[in-house]
């Protein structure tokens, strides 16, 4: 991508209304703008990041052998009042008329669907246990939308729905999206620990939330250094005392996970049962698996930055290397050097974004820094006299010069590890 084309426009200072560091950095690197309260458009830089937290998360389900399916946002009251949330959930749930003003609710989560979906699918033991799950838009109107897109209205979740015929096997699913979601945050490269945790609004037995760690974090998660216990502070304080709590270290965290095991909630209430091998009627069983993909990408930056901006980890950057040619619209033979190193990057599937711009280096460097390109390449007239250009790493001290004919297989080399 040549950056004179890219919709997006850095900010030297960010809006005031912005509080926390990842939403400053948001609007400053161009990802996101306000559309109205916890309402965001993203821009092609957030969009990239987006897709690529989506993409790794549609991977490692599809490889727990999750299958995709997509649910609409607009669900009938009518499930909602089956499962009696209609009344329980409260003004987070944005209700609305159609023309013939019969009730519905823009889905702020799907069990009421996926439950409707399987009571009519699933019709024998021998099609369980399943997995389903959807990457979706979720409306939730949230008391204080805040923090930019942390803690938005309007969201991006994956979700994900399992069913069973016994609570041996949903254990064994529960797992299983334990480990996935292990694999999921280890590869975005965030550093964040697992809870268990209190089932909330969504109701059931027994869950875990995954927490990225970072100062900034709304949640207290609390956790022994003896023993392997770690817990959401609602959850530490049903479980134990006020001098055990005490005793507990403790780290602020942001929730980007969820899992639940729901039991038969749903699948009682919604009359959702199949037949086993000795054709008897069985109440299916549940869980459910949450991320926010969109939340995912602000925690990221609340944990990867320093005073010149963002620093993605390579698997989710939006460009992996930037190129930075230093007077390229005086000079033909840089301007050929670059052009012909981006187009060998380019069939070599690196995300390269070029400094197209005629702007001063100065300008080019603090840009490439705010945006958080892990690795960049500068070009210049005397580095080309001796065949080289010049590395660094977005967290390097020092950059060094590397010779052009290696440039591509270099940086292949980096982001491969
Ligand atoms: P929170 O306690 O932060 O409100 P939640 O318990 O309501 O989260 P879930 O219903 O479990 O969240 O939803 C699954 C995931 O969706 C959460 O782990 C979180 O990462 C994300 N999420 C929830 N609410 C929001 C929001 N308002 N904006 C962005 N992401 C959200
Ligand atoms: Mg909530």
Redesign the pocket.
Known sequence: MKLSKLLTATLREAPTDAEVISHKLMLRAGMIRQLAS?IYTWLPLGYRVLKKVEGIVREEMNSAGAQEILMPAIQPAELWQESKRWDQYGPELLRINDRHEREFCFG??HEEVITDLVRREVRSYKQLPIILYQIQT?F?D?IR?RFG?????E???K?AYSFHLNDESLQETYEQMYKSYTKIFTRLGLEFRAVI?DS???GGDKSH??HVLAESG??QIVFSKNTNYAASLERASVDLGKDEISSLENARG?????I?QLGTKYSSSMKTNCLDKHGKSVNLIMGCY???????V??AIEQNHDEKGIIWPTSIAPFQLALIPVNMHKSVRLRDAVISLYNELSVNDIDVLLDDRNERPGVMFSDAELVGIPHRFVFSEKGLDAGEIEYKGRCDKESKNIQIKKATAFIKEKINV
């Open positions: 916890g702020p989560t979720k939730r949230e939308p897109v942390m803690r938005a209205r969201f991006l979740m979700d945790a909330g609004n969504i939330e995954f709304e949640d942001i929730e980007v996970g969820h639940f949450g991320i926010g993909i969109s939340r995912i602000a925690a």
